[in-house]
């Protein structure tokens, strides 16, 4: 009797110890196989705004809902090249800088001149396109110069270089200025004879003249031709600033820089 108990408690004991013995192994192998699967550094996802439209370089294609265009390539295209994962965020151009500014934003990609001032808030990778902006007035217009413009109104879009534009020679040429938010609503305020002009970018009020038929004409030359830069706020990811300039870099190596602004008629 006394003995089958110390038995019956030997294997109970034993089942229960072999029982702890292969938790105790799960944990372990759980935890080495976690170890083996993950990366040594958790992989950052880079949050990266833009402008919504601004044709040919982000703009909304209706059939996919998705936004494309030169910038967007070129983005996705260094992120293949360098290894980074990355979404994209096509929210506005002076919306864009403020994610920049308040750190929601890694970095921004919205045809964005690189200029001195912006140098004192932003960090801005190596030039990738050469634009300026220009003058564009309603396609039935006369106005041909700023001196035509005088005492009239023009529209700006916030925070680019077309209202700094505006703003230098407002009181020169006496002008009034109604600002937009984007360049559609821009330009359909000078189409529609709300004000006598706006200034843009060449390559995209272009676009948006000959590939969408907006009643504009461009006058005159543009104004002063600079690089457009991928921006992080000053400080800031440095990495995200390297990765982008190494992989243009190998962009332009391969032809395949070359081929992206094919596909847009550069
Ligand atoms: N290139 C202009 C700027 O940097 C316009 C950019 C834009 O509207 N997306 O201000």
Same mark, same amino acid.
């Given at each position: 009797?006394?003995?089958?108990?110390?038995?019956?408690?030997?294997?109970?004991?034993?089942?229960?110890?072999?029982?702890?013995?292969?938790?105790?192994?799960?944990?372990?192998?759980?935890?080495?196989?976690?170890?083996?699967?993950?990366?040594?550094?958790?992989?950052?996802?880079?949050?990266?705004?833009?402008?919504?439209?601004?044709?040919?370089?982000?703009?909304?294609?209706?059939?996919?809902?998705?936004?494309?265009?030169?910038?967007?390539?070129?983005?996705?295209?260094?992120?293949?090249?360098?290894?980074?994962?990355?979404?994209?965020?096509?929210?506005?151009?002076?919306?864009?800088?403020?994610?920049?500014?308040?750190?929601?934003?890694?970095?921004?990609?919205?045809?964005?001149?690189?200029?001195?001032?912006?140098?004192?808030?932003?960090?801005?990778?190596?030039?990738?396109?050469?634009?300026?902006?220009?003058?564009?007035?309603? @396609?039935?217009? /006369?106005?041909?110069?700023?001196?035509?413009? #005088?005492?009239?109104?023009? +529209?700006? %879009?916030? !925070? &680019?270089?077309?209202?700094?534009?505006?703003?230098?020679?407002?009181?020169?040429?006496?002008?009034?200025?109604?600002?937009?938010?984007?360049?559609?609503?821009?330009?359909?305020?000078?189409?529609?004879?709300?004000?006598?002009?706006?200034?843009?970018?060449?390559?995209?009020?272009?676009?948006?003249?000959?590939?969408?038929?907006? @009643?504009?004409? /461009?006058?005159?030359?543009?104004?002063?031709? #600079?690089?457009?830069?991928? +921006?992080? %706020?000053? !400080? &800031?990811?440095?990495?995200?600033?390297?990765?982008?300039?190494?992989?243009?870099?190998?962009?332009?190596?391969?032809?395949?820089?070359?081929?992206?602004?094919?596909?847009?008629?550069?």
């Amino acid at each position: 009797m006394k003995r089958s108990l110390i038995n019956e408690l030997e294997v109970i004991f034993v089942k229960k110890a072999s029982r702890y013995l292969a938790l105790a192994l799960t944990g372990l192998m759980i935890t080495a196989l976690a170890a083996c699967g993950a990366p040594k550094e958790e992989a950052k996802t880079y949050v990266i705004y833009s402008d919504n439209a601004f044709a040919p370089f982000e703009y909304l294609d209706e059939a996919t809902g998705k936004h494309v265009g030169l910038d967007m390539d070129i983005m996705a295209a260094i992120a293949e090249d360098q290894g980074f994962a990355y979404e994209m965020n096509n929210v506005g151009f002076d919306p864009a800088m403020g994610a920049v500014d308040s750190g929601q934003a890694d970095g921004m990609i919205a045809g964005m001149t690189i200029t001195e001032e912006r140098k004192l808030k932003y960090d801005f990778s190596d030039g990738y396109f050469v634009d300026g902006q220009i003058m564009a007035v309603a @396609a039935d217009s /006369t106005i041909a110069t700023l001196e035509d413009l #005088r005492g009239q109104n023009v +529209a700006a %879009k916030i !925070g &680019t270089m077309s209202t700094q534009y505006v703003e230098s020679i407002a009181d020169e040429y006496e002008l009034t200025i109604s600002y937009y938010e984007d360049s559609p609503t821009m330009y359909a305020a000078v189409a529609q004879g709300n004000s006598a002009a706006c200034f843009e970018d060449r390559a995209v009020v272009g676009w948006a003249i000959e590939s969408n038929g907006i @009643a504009l004409k /461009t006058v005159g030359d543009v104004i002063e031709p #600079r690089e457009y830069g991928f +921006a992080v %706020k000053k !400080g &800031t990811s440095p990495e995200l600033i390297e990765m982008f300039n190494a992989g243009l870099q190998n962009l332009k190596d391969s032809g395949k820089y070359d081929e992206i602004l094919a596909q847009y008629g550069y």
